[in-house]
């Protein structure tokens, strides 16, 4: 075991190398466990002020500017002092997902079986083995137990997860934009860009080296797009007049540069074994699994729950989040419900810091200044 | 010019082969036309009682069985005696879409110039060349005026280009789950299928001959299915519970065998060449092009009109329908308004038959027996 720093130019300031077998839910078996992750803020003596943020599916560890890399990060109006999650109180933890491509242990590891990297053979990972690497990470630092614990959409999932099934303890979760168990419809929204990855010819299997399926990783991420603004937003920011003489394979429309845009965004920032399994990972989410009931499931959660939904989420629609409300109120536990109207959608909580901070910060129980 | 009878075992029982050039909207030149229809009860003497039946997307001119043809038609329970479009009282009338696969003019059409296929080289269509080619056929028949036209989502477009646009004149137009004019957000649905067919290797540009881009074509319907029914009914329908241990190429989920069967049930029934032109044709219909205003177009409308929502309908939301009714009222056209709620979303004009039967027939007032 040992804490390592790596080069600042990259997300993930810190790693943690386990020279430990991890077994994952669904199937197969690591034989090391990398954890890439960053801190802000300060661990006090009795580690009673540690929250750890949950990233989504496109983010990483790198969820705010550091010394060591100081490009903003995903959350960095949401974290830093007198933010959010304010590290003057608070001292903040973040770590990339299992099976993504971020640094933490995913398919462009090296299988230590074949000395190459697992690319097509990295198993299924589920929210279950992504938290049970969180919390690995947090017992390295001796955190018994969490002040708080907050994500959005998967980062959601994956707060709920850690709530109903892990240690560390946590008092406060936020859950924004997520749900209790993934739904079909918007699982086929993912699982059809699974299939244009997989469609794609240069995929192999996985096996695609250095040429990856650029195409179909970017036809999953189009798919995608649609569902992380709202409809409104997107009928008002784009208008179907074509722009020039209308052909198949030529820009006929507006929203075809800002689809290619947004796909060609990812080319950069994915890699296609990695989103694979992400995507089956919030597709498999279920916290009541293994449990009688999501009630039984909720009913372990030891602190209280701030739900968060947007009116416009196309993706996981708001009712999902009042369900859970319900749900959690049914189980016994105590809850804060905040729902709000916003254009961006299934992506407000990555935008509306100002309409999120003050609530957050109640929640979290910071007096003001 | 020429009527003749087609073999019995295929939509579309009578073909009208007119020897004559057809310019397209977009660009584009048909060197002849062959029009592929049905048609039900009798032309009465003064030709006044005729309705034309406007296909929907993946339909045909097979809208009712016939005596060559009596398999039952994708309007089978809206059209025959005593039904919405009663053939005791009415001319029903019908024709395949051009640019279609189903017996129009389209991919699957010999091209004179080259003596071979169309395929790839067929031109962009749109629902005015559509609409013009449904003219032809009624000015055939020597119809000068429709006693009504009537058509769901694709077919409600033509309703509406055919009462803004084209000779001969119509008294009543019936507008289901339609718009005015395609918004950027429904049109990315149909653009992020068309990649899909393109993408598959097999596609070759349009010119797969034997051996059509399956894996694509596919794909786009399952992005389809998403839309024609509703979340509440897809989620009720479908858990996300595994049925066999997850993996990212085999079925996992129960909604990935009824995807697999819409898909599968396509390649039987769409042509990707005609697939990718009908597509295209929906993303670019704006019954106002051409005009300055939507409100001018629609002041050309000679009758009244019929517009029907389905509150569930995520492929062209009922606030469409609304706003078109609203601009048709501005318009000082009379009209008639229906809102639905059903779980068949989209689809609900091809199943809410007992609920539209009565509305149809007394906006056709037809008199009860």
């Given at each position: 075991m040992a804490l390592q720093s790596v080069p600042a130019e990259r997300a993930g300031a810190r790693k943690l190398s386990l020279e430990e077998g991890f077994s994952l839910q669904f199937g197969g078996e690591l034989d090391r466990l990398e954890i890439d992750f960053e801190i802000w803020g300060e661990l006090n003596a009795d580690r009673s002020n540690a929250i750890l943020i949950c990233p989504a599916f496109s983010a990483h560890s790198h969820a705010r500017s550091s010394p060591e890399n100081p490009e903003?990060?995903?959350?960095?109006?949401?974290?830093?002092p007198g933010k959010a999650f304010d590290t003057e109180h608070f001292f903040v933890i973040c770590s990339s997902l299992l099976g993504g491509g971020a640094g933490t242990t995913g398919p462009l590891s090296i299988n230590l079986r074949t000395g190459r990297e697992y690319a097509g053979d990295f198993p299924i990972v589920s929210i279950r083995d992504i938290v049970r690497v969180q919390a690995r990470l947090l017992r390295f630092f001796?955190?018994?137990?969490?002040?708080a614990a907050a994500g959005g959409s998967m980062g959601g999932m994956e707060v709920l997860e850690l709530l109903t099934r892990e240690a560390p303890a946590c008092d406060r979760g936020l859950v924004l934009s997520a749900t209790a168990r993934t739904q079909s419809y918007t699982a086929t929204i993912r699982h059809v860009g699974r299939r244009a990855i997989m469609l794609d010819p240069a995929f192999k299997g996985g096996f695609y080296g250095e040429h990856p399926p650029r195409q179909g990783l970017k036809l999953a991420r189009e798919v995608g797009t649609m569902?992380?603004?709202?409809?409104?937003?997107?009928?008002?920011?784009?208008?179907?007049?074509p722009i020039t003489t209308p052909s198949l394979d030529g820009i006929t429309f507006d929203f075809q540069s800002y689809l290619?845009?947004?796909?060609?965004?990812?080319?950069?920032?994915?890699?296609?074994?990695?989103?694979?399994?992400?995507?089956?990972?919030?597709?498999?989410?279920?916290?009541?699994?293994?449990?009688?009931?999501?009630?039984q499931a909720l009913r372990r959660i030891p602190g209280q729950v701030m739900v968060m939904g947007v009116e416009q989420d196309p993706l996981i629609p708001i009712d999902e989040q009042q369900d859970l409300l319900e749900a959690l109120e049914k189980a016994g536990v105590r809850t804060q419900w905040h729902s709000l109207s916003s254009p961006f959608g299934h992506d407000a909580f990555l935008k509306e810091f100002d309409w999120l901070t003050p609530r957050v910060r109640r929640f979290l129980e910071v007096m003001e200044r």
């Open positions: 903003p990060g995903w959350w960095q109006g949401m974290i830093g001796g955190i018994e137990r969490l002040y569902y992380y603004r709202s409809r409104e937003d997107f009928n008002g920011r784009f208008s179907c007049a290619d845009h947004m796909g060609n965004k990812i080319l950069t920032t994915f890699d296609a074994n990695a989103y694979l399994r992400l995507s089956m990972a919030m597709d498999l989410h279920d916290v009541s699994r293994g449990f009688d009931s999501l009630d």
